[in-house]
């Protein structure tokens, strides 16, 4: 039986990410996108930690970060003052910092990955009609020469970015407002005092803000925020005119030369619905905010992997109602991240002074305390995301720290085979983890499964951060193909964990 076509709307980050998934996963995709080529500028910049996790089980995290550039401090000043201070460096990941890449080249590394597994996108192709089906979807697409195709498919999924196609198609609200301030955003060969090493270095001055990252030894990243300006103002941007931004805010820099300067308009808004029947929203066609936190491309690309690995537990005969926990899980993710947004940039522009005077003086206190730095460069590497509360993870208790629905970090093994829990994860299945007992094949674990892996160790192999996470008792963790721990539970617990296998499709 051939496996169900799953039909992607944009070539973005999230559309290739989605490619990637679905093949690895075993399904049939295609890729469709309206424009005739990738993204030829640098819009979306930051890869955090989890999505260099993410593109470890792809094999191609170490080309990657090879490509850009490692930023391992991010500060906040305001008038001049440092008012925060982060190490990324303290960020519990193998990538430890925040990555600066340009996205059209991270765009090239997906396209050129999603290619050697036999999927290329399509270009200058547009969905121009949609229709639902119990089982089905019917697309009809128009092609460069103008004849339209009518295609059937098992799902649609739309990574068709804010002004989303798919997500106007199928009628769910995308709810939000704009932000009422003037961004520039810009490329630019500076210097002076305040040009930034390996850091990311914000300022505010009396609400506005300028936010900076090195790209490379040449170009720095320039974002500016400012208040008392419209669109229209910004739309002939030069040199002189993003000067002016900048030294409104009172960065000590000169622009030299710029690469690509750009306004833009930024909003807050998520979509309603994530799922409306066979059809599905990622990324920026389900949720757009500020650029605060460098969020936006690594969310759609988490979206994404939450959501494969249940099209193919649902094509290999699990229940339908699987696909529900896609919006359960991810859509509390999208409104966690535009409160963290709304409320961050509100409080980096706000132009009362008591609250400026408040937030200066509260916040080197506030974000010294370590819990409050855990918190949130867990947030920002998006590295603390759990789905604790979903439907469909299962915890039974026992030591250590990690629960089900949390992530599974790669723990480091001593005097063993692999250097590492997750090394080696390139394949689309689940693993279970058997902490402190042996399993032969003929074994009920074993032979229950036949979609997923099996990694036996010992709490002796687990370094003390390892044993302080996974625990020493013996038990079984199964780790969804996304990273997440989807089962947690002692041994003797036999009846759960097979209860659990059949509801993800593992056997």
Not at 39 to 47: N, R
Not at 334 to 359: C, D, H, Q, W, Y
């Amino acid at each position: 039986m051939n496996p169900p076509l799953v039909l992607v709307i944009g070539a973005g980050p999230t559309g290739m990410t989605a490619a990637i998934e679905l093949k690895r996963a075993g399904l049939d995709v295609r890729v469709i996108d309206k424009t005739d080529h990738l993204a030829l500028h640098s819009q979306a910049l930051v890869i955090q930690a989890r999505t260099l996790e993410q593109l470890q089980r792809y094999g191609i995290a170490e080309e990657t970060i090879n490509r850009g550039r490692k930023l391992t401090d991010a500060r906040m000043y305001s008038d001049g003052k440092q008012i925060v201070h982060f190490n990324l460096d303290q960020l519990p990941s193998r990538y430890p910092f925040a990555l600066f890449l340009p996205q059209s080249e991270t765009e090239e590394i997906l396209n050129r990955h999603m290619q050697s597994l036999g999927v290329h996108a399509e270009r200058k192709v547009e969905l121009t009609g949609l229709s639902q089906s119990v089982g089905s979807v019917r697309a009809t697409l128009r092609h460069p020469d103008g004849k339209d195709e009518e295609v059937k498919a098992r799902w649609i999924l739309g990574c068709d970015g804010a002004h989303s196609v798919v997500r106007s198609m199928i009628g769910t609200p995308f709810e939000g407002g704009g932000i009422d301030l003037s961004f520039y955003l810009g490329d630019c060969e500076v210097d002076g005092p305040d040009v930034p090493g390996d850091e990311l270095a914000i300022y505010l001055h009396h609400g506005n803000v300028v936010f900076m990252g090195r790209l490379s030894e040449k170009w720095v990243r320039l974002i500016v925020a400012l208040h008392g300006q419209h669109e229209d103002q910004a739309s002939d941007l030069t040199i002189e005119r993003f000067q002016q931004a900048v030294d409104q805010v009172g960065v000590r820099l000169t622009i030299r030369s710029s690469d690509w300067m750009t306004p833009f308009r930024v909003s807050d808004r998520q979509a309603r619905d994530y799922r409306i029947g066979n059809v599905f929203l990622a990324g920026d066609a389900s949720h757009i905010h500020s650029p605060v936190g460098g969020q936006g491309m690594n969310t759609g690309m988490q979206d994404v992997a939450n959501l494969a690995w249940k099209m193919a537990a649902v094509a290999r005969g699990v229940s339908d109602k699987l696909l529900d926990s896609y919006g359960e899980e991810r859509e509390e993710v999208g409104k966690a991240l535009l409160k963290f947004t709304e409320r961050g940039l509100k409080m980096a522009t706000t132009t009362n002074p008591v609250i400026e005077s408040l937030r200066d003086a509260l916040a080197p206190l506030l974000t010294s305390l370590k819990p409050i730095q855990k918190a949130a460069l867990g947030f920002i590497s998006e590295t603390a995301i759990t789905y604790r509360s979903s439907s469909i993870v299962r915890d039974l208790g026992g030591d250590g720290e990690l629960r089900a629905g949390d992530r599974m970090p790669d723990l480091a093994l001593l005097n063993n085979s692999a250097p590492t829990l997750l090394s080696n994860w390139t394949k689309a299945k689940h693993r279970v983890v058997v902490l402190n007992r042996d399993v032969a094949k003929s074994e009920p674990i074993t032979a229950a499964l036949s979609n997923a892996e099996i990694v036996a160790i010992r709490s002796a192999n687990l370094d003390d951060v390892g044993k302080s996470e996974l625990g020493t008792e013996p038990k079984l963790v199964i780790l969804r193909p996304d990273g997440y721990i989807g089962f947690r539970g002692p041994l003797n617990r036999s009846q759960e964990f097979s209860e659990y296998v059949r509801q993800d499709a593992l056997a």
